[in-house]
């Protein structure tokens, strides 16, 4: 599991809860990817992958660096 730093701000700890998804659910999913690929919309990265708690989420993200997180949003999907 890879360790990385994760920029959070209220905004976007809000904006995650809009979505009921929490910021130890998007740094887990992050963490641990079923798979990622790049946005066509944004060209920013996408982690899929399950919570804890058996939900399957869509992350996306920036990378400012090899281990900066910068989180923009996260939503559930059907697997």
């Known amino acids: 599991m890879p360790l990385y730093f994760y920029v959070w701000t ?6 995650l809860a809009e979505h009921e998804v929490s910021p ?4 887990h999913v ?3 990817p ?3 690929e790049i946005s066509r919309s944004s060209g920013n990265p996408l982690a899929f992958g399950s919570t804890t ?6 992350c996306v993200f ?5 281990d900066v997180i910068e989180p923009i949003t996260a939503y559930e999907v059907e697997e």
Do not use: A, K
């Open 10 to 15: 209220p905004e976007i700890i809000e904006h």
């Open 34 to 36: 079923d798979y990622q």
């Open 24 to 27: 130890e659910e998007f740094e």
């Open 62 to 66: 920036r990378r400012l660096d090899d």
């Open 30 to 32: 992050v963490s641990n």
């Open 53 to 58: 708690e058996g939900r399957y989420l869509c």
